[in-house]
């Protein structure tokens, strides 16, 4: 069995949790993937719900398996880290899951506790938060996203009878993750700042609570949310929580008690931490050494269902539509812009699924064993050379699809958004199911790019996208982003893709590990040599990833500038087209 050191990162995602063991060096032992249970309301196609029990019971299962497949002693795991999507999740003050379904059972005892990330019934709690006028609305682009957890809340206290939202705790998931392993109901800052209206530098704004409905929370000081004491209760990420792993949880993981836990992070943020520190390859040629200053030009595009796109300042950077800046969400002193686009991995799905050829895809798929994506890509490779085009934007200059089929994040921040297509004909074949994927994916780029000049006009200087995600693997997207956006592209090295976000946790674990063999001192760590400390681990654990490079000709140039134009364009005419609607109503 080995006995060498490992640290242990968790990442739960929107469908499973995934356990991975890594060492100092970067290199992982051993994934694995449990899937977790999401419920749906048929009648509603808001709502969104998951388990805490379920998600636990998945994140042990992945553990041992991590354990007994690699044969891993149990304490050769010297840190474990936490993240997890930027769900609700809801209990008791000793811990036991409370309903979040609508119903007579909602404030009750039972599984279905968490209001998933992607869950949008607090649309009118949102506007009313929005009309509140709030300094809080500064930091979140001046729009609050119904997709935060204060929104969400607030859902539950106008549904839920007094007595029973008053014996309830919340926590972003990440927070409720280190919570169930630890005992101790600290915080993160990258939780409390970026979802739960946290304020940098000076914690909770009591009037903004009162004003929009949640004075119980100001009354009874915080308890709910879990940081009456920002200086006490709030840290920054990676720094050990409590006194590490409580009896019950390292009984239930398979590890041993005491073993550090860091402070968690949102799973978009464990993905910066996995992919900025990178070095890059060019014709196996390694780039030098990054320095943490260099992480101001280097954006995250973390890439999955949804995407967040994040980038570090060392200044506060006040962006329209962008959420942030957030003071210290991982590194102490700096600050953080989070863009994100809600619906592209599941977009994509969305566009292929519900296609009239999409069965005739599987089926070409299976006879030639290859992959869908291949196929679609041969057949607009032999799109491309029947119509003489010289690329595939050529090919498709005359069709627009605007991507908002589940609202917009950034850098509007309408959750009213819906998608569109334009140049539509009576074409239901497998070539025209090719051209739609391939719109999907020019689409999602353009939106990119939108996100990115919509960052630099207000001060940031992106000149780098670190990708990660399942949506690394797609080379032709890849190369869009490339074209679109104007600048390099690095991608996770092959089998690495999904890995960023798991690596970004075993990171915490790591300087948890550390921090806590410093014993008191870890806490009190300066703000730069923690800084420091936590970059370091990035660069030492991240591995190399590959730069694509812009490669459009002139011609395609000019084509993708048009793209671009139209597509801004389009987002004017759908909003003048509600307006005039909305005039009509009255």
């Known amino acids: 069995m080995s006995t060498s050191s490992y640290y242990l990162g968790i990442d ?4 499973s949790a995934r356990a991975s063991l890594i060492d100092a060096a970067g290199h992982v032992a051993h994934v694995a993937t449990v899937d977790t249970l999401t419920h749906r309301d048929p009648s509603d196609h808001r709502i969104f719900e998951q388990s805490t029990d379920n998600i636990w019971a998945a994140i042990a299962s992945a553990i041992h398996t991590c354990l007994s497949q690699f044969q891993v002693a149990p304490e050769a795991v010297k840190g474990l880290g936490f993240d997890a999507t930027c769900s609700l999740a809801v209990s008791d003050f000793e811990g036991q899951p409370v309903r979040v379904t609508r119903g007579a059972e ?3 005892h039972g599984d279905r506790n968490v209001i998933l990330w992607a869950d949008h019934r607090a649309e009118k709690e949102a506007d009313l938060i929005n009309s509140s006028g709030s300094v809080v609305l500064d930091y979140v682009g001046g729009t609050m996203s119904l997709e935060m957890e204060i ?10 009878p007094p007595a029973l939202f008053g ?3 919340f926590f972003d998931l990440p927070d409720f993750l280190t919570y169930r392993a630890t005992s101790a109901p600290t915080r993160s800052c990258c939780s409390l700042t970026c979802k739960c209206s946290f304020i940098p530098q000076t914690g909770w704004k009591d009037d ?3 004003k929009i409905g949640l004075g119980d929370l100001v009354e009874g000081k915080y308890k709910q949310i879990g940081a009456a004491d920002r200086e006490k209760d709030v840290l920054t990420a990676g720094l050990p929580v409590g006194r590490g792993l409580c009896k019950k949880a390292a009984e239930e993981l398979g590890l041993v008690e005491g073993t550090p836990v860091g402070s968690g992070v949102i799973d978009a943020y464990a993905g910066w931490l996995g992919t900025v520190g990178a070095r890059s390859t060019v014709d196996g040629k390694l780039s030098s050494l990054p320095s943490l200053d260099e992480s101001r030009h280097r954006l995250a595009a973390v890439a999955g269902t949804s995407t967040c796109h994040l980038v570090q300042s060392p200044e506060g950077v006040f962006v329209n539509g962008v959420w942030g800046p957030y003071r210290d969400a991982l590194f102490r002193g700096w600050w953080m812009n989070e863009g994100g686009q809600s619906s592209t991995g599941q ?4 566009i292929l699924t519900n296609h009239p050829a999409y069965p005739l895809l599987r089926e070409q798929g299976k006879v030639q064993g ?3 994506f291949v196929v679609l890509q041969d057949i607009l490779d032999r799109l491309r050379d029947d119509e003489h085009a010289a690329s595939f934007t050529e090919l498709l200059k005359d069709v627009h699809m605007y991507p908002d089929f589940h609202g917009n994040r950034s850098p509007i921040a309408d959750p009213r958004m819906r998608g569109s297509l334009v140049g539509l004909t009576l074409d239901a074949t497998l070539p025209d199911l090719a051209r739609k994927y391939y719109l999907a994916l020019e689409s999602i780029a353009l939106q990119t790019r939108h996100i990115i000049d919509t960052l630099n006009a207000a001060g940031h200087e992106v000149r780098e996208i670190y990708m990660s995600g399942g949506q690394a693997t797609n080379g032709v997207l890849m190369r869009l982003f490339a074209d679109v956006c104007g600048m390099g592209v690095v991608v996770p090295r092959a089998g690495e893709h999904a890995g960023a976000v798991v690596r970004g946790a075993a990171m915490l674990g790591r300087f948890a590990a550390e921090a806590a063999a410093r014993g008191g001192e870890g806490a009190a760590m300066g703000e730069k040599e923690q800084g420091e400390a936590l970059w370091r681990i990035m660069v030492e654990m991240t591995p190399p990833g590959t730069l694509v490079s812009p490669s459009a000709s002139p011609r395609e140039k000019k084509l993708l500038e048009a793209k671009y134009k139209i597509f801004r364009e389009s987002i004017d005419i759908q909003k003048r087209w509600r307006k005039e609607m909305e005039e009509a109503m009255k």
């Open 106 to 108: 909602l404030g009750t």
């Open 167 to 169: 014996r309830c705790q």
């Open 151 to 160: 929104p969400k809340i607030l859902w539950l206290k106008t549904h839920m």
């Open 208 to 210: 903004f609570f009162t």
């Open 12 to 15: 739960v995602g929107t469908g």
């Open 347 to 350: 977009l994509i799905d969305f």
């Open 370 to 372: 290859k992959s869908i």
